[in-house]
């Protein structure tokens, strides 16, 4: 009896130890009622600040402040990021200059516990190369799809396109089909493109929507042949490609005006300087309507950057308050 009592209060001992070290692990994105924000922090200088601790700021929702349930920083969460590449007539010359710049932003950039994927655009969307954390697979499938598009797999249905450029159903397939199905973790598009679009199925709304109903910052890489005398569709384009950035909660960069290699440092920069915080906002009503969020930073002289807000009949579906 003596010996059995002994096991039973062993056996319990090790399901309490168990169950507080399971309560003790942080487990991020599992809450589907949990509102996420992922931002950035600069000082008055413009420099990113990467090492705040979540006693360092506050979050607000309707100017309501909220408890914080969790908080990381860019070194606690895995990455994956989608290179999306605009592979049109106007836009294939440039990315072929550029494969050295962009895999040296990719070995840059990936740590072992980091994804990239690649998808190229034209009037199809051709997922070029899978999830991966190899640097050297991504640039031999570019350089393969050079000479073999038509054999990699459409994303997205199969849309008859005779011709044209599908940029928003781009960015609305790869969060769809690539990002949103990553559970946790940082999440980020890198876009290379002139922002025009005559083909897709979805509208520019769509595509920002999309990107932030999955907390994906979408970065922008614009470029167009001409410099100093843009057409309209060129001037359109810029303005496209700065709104989804804005949007999202990234930033847009402007290729024809300065060093591609410094533009992915920038971007690498950010990616290795992100926070995340989650919480419940207080008194939460599913109702549609809109709620504007902020992260403030207790330090005088930091900056927070993110995503406006997001409405609340669907967790997580952020919109700009432009659109209300």
Do not use: W
Request: glycine share 6%; hydrophobic share 40%.
């Amino acid at each position: 009896m003596r010996v059995r009592t002994q096991l039973h209060a062993q056996l319990l001992l090790l399901i309490v130890c168990c169950a507080s070290a399971f309560a003790q692990t942080p487990t991020f994105r599992s809450d589907v009622n949990l509102v996420t924000l992922t931002f950035t922090v600069r000082d008055s200088a413009g420099r990113l600040v990467g090492n705040l601790s979540q006693s360092d700021v506050e979050v607000f929702d309707d100017a309501i402040p909220q408890k914080i349930r969790f908080f990381a920083r860019s070194t606690d969460l895995p990455l994956t990021i989608g290179l999306v590449v605009d592979a049109s007539d106007s836009q294939s010359k440039f990315i072929r200059r550029h494969r050295g710049d962009v895999e040296k932003f990719l070995r840059d950039v990936l740590g072992p516990k980091d994804q990239a994927f690649l998808v190229c655009f034209g009037n199809h969307l051709r997922l070029v190369s899978d999830l991966t954390s190899s640097t050297a697979q991504i640039m031999d499938n570019l350089e393969a799809f050079d000479h073999s598009k038509r054999s990699f797999p459409e994303i997205g249905p199969r849309e008859i396109r005779e011709e044209g450029t599908a940029f928003y159903d781009a960015i609305y397939y790869a969060v769809n089909e690539k990002l949103n199905i990553t559970s946790q973790g940082h999440r980020a598009l890198v876009v290379f493109s002139d922002g025009q679009d005559n083909s897709s199925a979805h509208h520019m709304l769509d595509a920002i929507e999309a990107a932030q109903h999955g907390d994906v910052l979408v970065y922008s890489i614009r470029y167009t042949e001409e410099r100093r005398h843009l057409k309209a569709r060129d001037k359109y384009g810029i303005r496209v490609m700065r709104r989804i950035s804005r949007d999202t909660g990234a930033a847009d960069f402007d290729a024809t005006r300065g060093d591609l290699d410094q533009t992915f440092r920038d971007i690498g920069a950010e990616l290795r300087a992100l926070y995340e915080v989650g919480y419940h906002a207080d008194g939460l009503t599913r109702d549609n309507s809109f709620h504007k969020v902020a992260v403030k930073v207790k330090s005088e002289g930091l900056t927070a950057r993110s995503k406006a807000g997001y409405f609340a009949g669907t967790p997580e579906a952020d919109v700009h308050p432009d659109e209300r």
